[in-house]
Nanobody
Framework: EVQLVESGGGLVQAGGSLRLSCAAS????????IAWFRQSPGKEREGVSC????????AYADSVKGRFTISSDHAKNTVYLHMTSLKPEDTAVYYC???????????????????WGQGTQVTVSS
């Protein structure tokens, strides 16, 4: 069974840093694209970053470029989102999601994602 478990969220002051983890099971990262999304109450879900080794793709939303870094550790089957220079507008529930790379267009990792974790809360205070 495909499962994704996020961790690492918490409360941090503006300008601080957090590292989120997405532990995958039931599949190997070699075969899937992984993305981080976030959602705040009353707002649409936003794609933050994605990575796909098979499709040779890494992408970031304009709002987080230069501040967030996505990475993967295939030995641990885990994807990370390292967040720095956090702003209050980064406050959201962060979700990781997975999609079989067979359905992803080569060169991009923005796609429909079928598998989702439970989310982890990130709160940035001013």
């Amino acid at each position: 069974e495909v499962q994704l478990v996020e961790s690492g969220g918490g409360l941090v002051q503006a300008g601080g840093s957090l590292r989120l983890s997405c532990a995958a099971s039931g599949f190997t990262l070699d075969d899937y694209a992984i993305a981080w999304f976030r959602q705040s109450p009353g707002k649409e879900r936003e794609g933050v970053s994605c990575i796909s080794k098979s499709d040779n793709a890494i992408a970031y939303a304009d709002s987080v470029k230069g501040r967030f870094t996505i990475s993967s550790d295939h030995a641990k089957n885990t994807v990370y989102l390292h967040m720095t220079s956090l702003k209050p507008e980064d406050t959201a529930v962060y979700y990781c999601a997975a999609e079989d790379s067979s359905w992803v267009i080569h060169g991009t990792c923005w796609t429909e994602y079928d598998y989702w974790g439970q989310g982890t809360q990130v709160t940035v205070s001013s």
